[in-house]
């Protein structure tokens, strides 16, 4: 049996849109970046829990955090280090800007064959901006690997499989895939460890286990990347504001209760 196994962790950074304040959106109804603090994305740090999981078992595990984003995006990197992760690599290439998911999964994957020895690529589900859930599939394909999505827990390794439960809709299911394999961690899974503070104290001051690479250097064509690369454009963005245009006030009486689903029944919305 192995006594470690190479993961690979992608993690981006994303404005942090659970704590929304007054100036989050712009006139136009776009998003206003600079007002939001920058998080991992939150299934991701599910992800880097299954990841630390494998290390906490076979202790020669190496887990690489990988993003891609702007160079402020190399926090990330570094949040994934003080929690136990052991190097991270930071895409960044004005090249890359403006990518869409077909373009950013071409480049993650192109990143990830430049890693080349691997066996497991665990990330987040879906990422609370862009929301699409499309990357990871679509890395997995590009790299022609088998892929796991939804995953809650990772119930069995062994020397060339890995066995996990996915969390869907209508209940649970359980799979195995053989290595190397890619996996999208869903946000029912065990919940990240906090910094550990003796990784904290190592890496803080530490810039040796971050490594930067350009576009160049995972050898993309310039015109699957950028905007070049992206066939999907953003044609109109419409804010929606909610206002409740008619409203009725029910106690919990059992006469109003009735009142209410005669209304809802009439409205078809109940059937
Ligand atoms: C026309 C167009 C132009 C765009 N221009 C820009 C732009 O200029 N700048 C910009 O920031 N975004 C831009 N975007 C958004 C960008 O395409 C998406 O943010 C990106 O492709 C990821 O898609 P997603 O957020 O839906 O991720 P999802 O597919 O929901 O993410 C799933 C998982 O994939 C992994 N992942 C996704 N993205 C990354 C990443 N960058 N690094 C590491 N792991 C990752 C994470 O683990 C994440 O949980 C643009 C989108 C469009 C349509």
């Known amino acids: 049996m192995k006594k470690g196994f190479k993961i690979i962790v992608l993690a981006k950074q994303v404005p942090d849109t659970h704590n929304v304040g007054k100036d989050a959106m712009k006139e136009d109804g776009t998003m206003n970046r600079a007002a939001l603090p920058a998080i991992i994305n939150p299934e991701d740090l599910n992800a880097l829990e299954q990841a630390l999981r494998i290390k906490d078992n076979y202790p020669e595990t190496q887990i690489t955090v990988l993003t891609m984003g702007l160079p402020k995006a190399a926090e990330v990197l570094k949040e994934g280090l003080y929690r136990g992760a052991d190097k991270g690599i930071l895409l960044t290439d004005r090249k890359l800007g403006g990518s869409d998911t077909l373009a950013t999964s071409y480049a993650i994957a192109q990143a990830i064959k430049n890693v080349g020895d691997y066996d497991m690529v665990l990330c987040g589900r879906q990422a609370i901006d862009g929301d699409t859930a499309q990357v990871g ?135």
């Open 137 to 271: 599939p679509q890395a997995a394909e590009k790299l022609g690997i088998p892929q796991i999505t939804y995953a809650e827990e990772i119930e069995n390794l062994a020397e060339s499989s890995i066995t996990v439960r996915r969390r869907l809709e209508s209940g649970v299911e359980t799979v195995r895939a053989p290595f190397p394999v890619l996996i999208t961690v869903h946000g029912s899974a065990a919940p990240c460890r906090t910094r550990n503070a003796k990784f904290y104290m190592k890496n803080k001051n530490d810039e040796s286990k971050i490594f930067t690479w350009s576009a160049d250097d995972i050898k993309v064509e310039d015109d699957k990347v950028g905007k070049a690369g992206s066939p999907t454009t953003v044609k109109k963005i419409d804010s929606v504001v909610l206002q409740a245009k008619e409203s009725k006030k029910l106690t919990d009486s059992d006469n109003d209760i009735d009142v209410l689903i005669k209304d809802l029944l009439s409205n078809h919305i109940l059937g």
